[in-house]
């Protein structure tokens, strides 16, 4: 049964840096693309990047790009999300999810990705 769970979320000023983790489980992490995705208060859930199976590559929403990044541990089964420059805007509901085939090209489709975490809360205040 795979799992995915994810740390590091909290309530920070806008300007400072948060790193979200998401620990994998149940199946082989380096065969699968990892993805983050988040969730504001009454709007529908975005992709925010995602990682290659091999970790060479990487993908991001324009509004997370040059500050946010994403990077894998595959000996430690995890995905990361360093997040700096935080702005009240970011603040939702932070998804880790894996993708449902082995060895799979990069992507951001939602319904691409098979499992999913139950999600850690960013908040940043101004």
């Known amino acids: 049964q795979v799992q995915l769970v994810e740390s590091g979320g909290g309530l920070v000023q806008a300007g400072a840096s948060l790193r979200l983790s998401c620990a994998a489980s149940?199946?082989?992490?380096?065969?699968?693309?990892m993805g983050w995705f988040r969730q504001a208060p009454g709007k529908p859930r975005d992709f925010v990047a995602a990682?290659?199976?091999?970790?060479?590559?990487?993908y991001y929403s324009d509004s997370v790009k040059g500050r946010f990044t994403i990077s894998r541990d595959n000996a430690e089964n995890t995905v990361y999300l360093q997040m700096n420059s935080l702005k009240p805007e970011d603040t939702a509901v932070y998804y880790c999810?894996?993708?449902?085939?082995?060895?799979?090209?990069?992507?951001?489709?939602?319904?691409?990705?098979?499992?999913w975490g139950q999600g850690t809360q960013v908040t940043v205040s101004s």
């Open positions: 999810a894996t993708d449902g085939c082995e060895y799979c090209a990069l992507n951001y489709y939602m319904n691409q990705y098979a499992y």
């Open positions: 990682i290659s199976w091999s970790g060479d590559g990487t």
């Open positions: 149940g199946r082989t992490f380096s065969r699968y693309v």
